[in-house]
Structure formats: structure tokens, C-alpha cells
């Protein structure tokens, strides 16, 4: 079984940069998609950021609020990372991770069984 456990939140100020880390425990899943997931105070969780675990099945996406400004990775050692730059305060919210056995080309899955406990990230004006 994958354990996900996110790190790397806290208080921030906009205009700033950060990154948030996402390390994976367990039997790791050998071709998977990586994601991260947000939920603001009232509002649905949406995603983030997705990426592939083997680069040769697709490049990452973003969410058209964070393109150009995140950042997604995930290295050989299973750690997923989020780079995030000119923080807005309407990034605050909780950051999740998830992972999804995904040994196919083309876009990741809407639905991930391996999530992380989430990590707060809030971002002041």
C-alpha cells in the first residue's frame, strides 16, 4: 500500500515563492500519475497540477490559475514537489497529493486512490 505524507506548509506572504514536498512510503507504484489537489475554505477541491511518473507518457498540466507560476516534479526517489511562485492570497487553502497507478500515455485519471493528509498553505496580502 502507497502512503503519501505532504510537507512544506505554512504562512506566507503574496508575491513570495515556495515549495511544498510530497514523499511516498509503502510499495510505490512503478508507473503512476502524480497530483496535486487544493480545497480552499468553502469550495470544492480541485486539482492543481498533474505529472507522470515516466516523462515519455506526457508533460505536466496545470490549472489555469496556477499556470505559469507552479511548478510540478517528482524525481526517482518518489518525491513529488510543487513550486509555487508569486503566491496570491487566493492560493490559501489545503494542498493535497495523490498518486494513481497510470501506466498510459496521455492525460492522467480524474480519480487517485493514494492520497497525502493534506498541508496548510496560507497566503497573506
Known amino acids: 500500500q502507497l502512503h503519501l505524507t505532504e510537507s512544506g506548509g505554512g504562512s506566507l506572504q503574496a508575491g513570495g515563492s515556495h515549495r511544498l514536498s510530497c514523499a511516498a512510503s509503502g510499495s510505490p507504484y512503478p508507473d503512476n500519475c502524480i497530483a496535486w489537489f487544493r480545497q480552499a475554505p468553502g469550495k470544492e477541491r480541485e486539482e492543481v497540477a498533474t505529472i507522470h511518473s515516466d516523462s515519455t507518457h506526457g508533460n505536466p498540466t496545470y490549472a489555469d490559475a496556477v499556470k505559469g507560476r507552479f511548478t510540478i516534479s517528482v524525481d526517482n526517489t518518489k518525491k513529488m514537489q510543487l513550486q509555487m511562485n508569486n503566491l496570491k492570497p487566493e492560493d490559501t487553502a489545503i494542498y493535497y497529493c495523490?498518486?494513481?497507478?497510470?501506466?498510459?500515455?496521455?492525460?492522467?485519471?480524474?480519480?487517485?486512490?493514494?492520497w497525502g493528509q493534506g498541508t496548510q498553505v496560507t497566503v497573506s496580502s
Open positions: 495523490a498518486a494513481e497507478p497510470w501506466p498510459y500515455a496521455g492525460a492522467c485519471p480524474r480519480d487517485y486512490r493514494a
